[in-house]
């Protein structure tokens, strides 16, 4: 096939990695937001990137997206080069849902056509076909009833699971998830991660940027740390969590414990 | 007496008290108002020129039925304005590069269309096409003055729908695309539709700007428009009062849609 990266022989399953991110650098104007960033996302696995505001998660998260262009290096989804400058960039999008952490809904829309128009512009599904689906879906994340609801009349929480709803509804090969519970009150923050531990146990591929250091213990396999724009290192949440090797990543743990957020 | 129910007078009191202040204070105002303009020197010979009851009735089934032609003509260019606006705003935000030489021309119609009067406009269309001698190209005033007219305030509302497409969030434009819609797609049914309700009230204030300039293509002796039949009336009798009464048939329609404007405008602003 063309196109295919190299294998790397790296990856515990030995399987094909959804999301492949190769030697990634990007700028904006003189700030240097990500240094050659390396990362493989495996079938069913879900990695979580954390790190101070600024170092780049969100970044990353966007360049997958191909919301943002970036300088060198490359990205494939499922062996495929998604990067390149003859790429389908709507292609692309279509097999990735994004999550923000805004929520980003549509306030001219309601609950049940937020969650169907990329099904039945993009998606080329019928209305009712759509509709079934969204009404199933938004039941499982707790919204019954709230199908023709305006966005603004919803909690912050039942936002972000109609904006969990709406990036899931096209099936995507991989989530990304943008600080997904960062503009929430802390007491809504449970049932969004209760989304998301959702979407985990159906073995949905995640790379999710967060602040929560337990929400990232318990869901993720792998916890990467991100740092100016560097993955310093990325392993199992016990080992990285509780056995960071990088003094960077210690630094970081220790300050999150001193603010009481770990 | 508890603290609550001593509260409840305290408040009542206090309404009471601002609402019989406001009531006293617009009398004084419109009164004074009145007393100054009736106690004018030249009061009896205003109230001669300006509101002769009998003038108004004669006059006024005439301007009535030549403010018909100016509320055709007034719908007939707002669409157009309408139309024109929107197609000149989406030029200016265009990003593609072919459409680059689009966005240059839609910069320079805002700048000259909005720089030059209205009524200059309505001169140099209305009299400038005709001069050509083109065959084709239409002579008629009510035309060519809605021509002039839907340039000047296509203008204006192109900057108005703009403005109303840069003050949608850039998370909305990226929302859409990454749940796979187009560029094209994102614009239509994600960013133009929240744009347009956005700038209803600034679009309805250049509605009523432009019901009230359609008297402005008298100048091109358009026969039986309002303002012009109230003119030639009031030049011929050397009485004002036909003037009045096309004031008040504009009002009829102004007033309707700036109380309109606030409602619209209202819960926007409770929002907020």
Redesign the interface.
């Known amino acids: 096939m063309k196109n295919k990266p190299a294998p790397r022989g790296n990856l515990a399953s030995g399987s094909e990695p959804v999301i492949d991110i190769r030697g990634v650098t990007k700028s904006f104007g003189d700030r240097e937001v990500l240094l050659g960033v390396d990362l493989e996302v495996a079938e069913h696995e879900v990695v979580a990137l954390i790190g101070a505001s600024g170092s780049g998660k969100s970044t990353l998260l966007r360049c997958v997206?191909l919301?943002e262009d970036i300088d060198d290096g490359d990205i494939f989804l499922d062996g495929e080069v998604i990067t390149d400058p003859s790429v389908d960039?709507?292609e692309v999008?279509?097999k990735?849902?994004?999550v923000?952490q805004?929520y980003?809904?549509?306030?001219?829309l309601n609950v049940i056509e937020n969650v169907t128009?990329?099904r039945i512009?993009?998606?080329g599904v019928g209305k009712a076909e759509a509709e079934e689906q969204a009404v199933g879906l938004l039941a499982r994340f707790g919204l019954e009833g709230r199908e023709q609801d305006r966005p603004?009349n919803l909690s912050g929480g039942q936002q972000q699971r109609v904006a969990i709803a709406?990036?899931f509804?096209?099936r995507p090969r991989a989530m990304l998830l943008d600080e997904v519970t960062s503009a929430l009150d802390p007491e809504l923050v449970g049932e969004v991660l209760r989304a998301v531990r959702d979407l985990r146990s159906e073995g949905v591929t995640m790379l999710i940027a967060t602040h929560e250091m337990g929400f990232a213990r318990e869901v993720a396999d792998r916890v990467g740390f991100l740092h100016e724009g560097k993955l310093l290192e990325i392993s199992p949440p016990a080992e990285l969590l509780e056995n960071p090797k990088e003094p960077e990543t210690q630094k970081f743990l220790r300050r999150l414990l001193e603010a009481g957020r770990a | 007496m508890d603290r609550r129910a001593e509260r409840e007078a305290v408040r009542r009191g206090r309404a009471r008290r601002g609402a019989a202040i406001a009531a006293i204070s617009t009398i004084a105002v419109l009164g004074g108002l009145t007393a100054l303009l009736v106690t004018s020197p030249g009061w009896d010979e205003v109230q001669q020129r300006f509101f002769d009851p009998e003038a108004f009735s004669a006059i006024f089934p005439d301007v009535l039925e030549a403010f018909w032609l100016d509320i055709r003509i007034f719908m007939v260019v707002e669409v157009a304005v309408l139309v024109l606006g929107l197609i000149v705003a989406l030029a200016r935000t265009a990003k593609a590069p072919a459409l680059f030489p689009l966005k240059i021309l839609a910069i320079v119609y805002t700048d000259v269309f909005r720089g030059v009067p209205t009524i200059l406009l309505i001169y140099l269309i209305g009299f400038g096409i005709p001069a050509l001698a083109l065959e084709g190209l239409p002579t008629s005033g009510i035309v060519l003055g809605g021509i002039a007219l839907a340039l000047s305030y296509g203008a204006y509302v192109a900057e108005v729908y703009r403005a109303g497409l840069r003050s949608i969030h850039p998370g909305q434009r990226e929302a859409a695309l990454s749940v796979g819609l187009t560029e094209n797609q994102a614009l239509r049914h994600v960013v133009l539709p929240q744009a347009v309700r956005r700038v209803g009230p600034p679009l309805l204030n250049d509605f009523i700007a432009l019901q009230k300039d359609v008297a402005l293509i008298s100048i091109l002796g358009v026969a039986g428009e309002a303002f012009r039949v109230a003119q030639i009336e009031a030049q011929s009798n050397f009485n004002y009062t036909p003037l009045l009464a096309a004031a008040l048939l504009y009002l009829c329609i102004t007033i309707p849609l700036a109380r309109f404007l606030d409602w619209w405008d209202a819960p926007e602003r409770a929002r907020g």
């Open positions: 997206d919301l960039t709507v999008r279509r990735l849902g994004v923000f805004a980003n809904l549509f306030p001219h128009l990329g512009r993009a998606g603004d709406r990036a509804a096209g």
